[in-house]
Nanobody
């Protein structure tokens, strides 16, 4: 079993900041990459930022310059620092990780957290 648990969501005013955290635990052999997705009401889930084993991040255009993804491989954590938040950033944010488990080391699967709500409103 693999578990991803997000934290750090909440209500913030436009222009404010939040830091999301995601902790991976369980039957983990290796983590090949981690990412943050979000899903707003009535919209499809979209990739916000991702980071691989090289440490090089990628962002959706709307997040560039405002969001920063980082990871701590030893702790099996990934973070999303979100600055200058806008109402259109309001969504449920999900952590995703590409993981090979101890019981199946040659097979990499994607795992999801339960999501954390981010609401940007005055």
């Amino acid at each position: 079993q693999v578990h991803l648990v997000e934290s750090g969501g909440g209500l913030v005013q436009p222009g404010g900041s939040l830091r999301l955290s995601c902790a991976a635990s369980g039957n983990i052999f290796s983590i090949k990459g981690m990412a943050w997705f979000r899903q707003a009401p009535g919209k499809q889930r979209e990739l916000v930022a991702q980071i691989g084993t090289s440490g090089k991040p990628n962002y959706v255009d709307s997040a560039k310059g405002r969001f920063t993804i980082s990871s701590d491989n030893a702790k099996k954590m990934v973070y999303l620092q979100m600055n200058t938040l806008k109402p259109e950033d309001t969504a449920v944010y999900y952590c995703n990780a590409a993981i090979a488990t101890l019981s199946d080391r040659s097979n990499i699967r994607g795992y999801w957290g339960q999501g954390t709500q981010v609401t940007v409103s005055s």
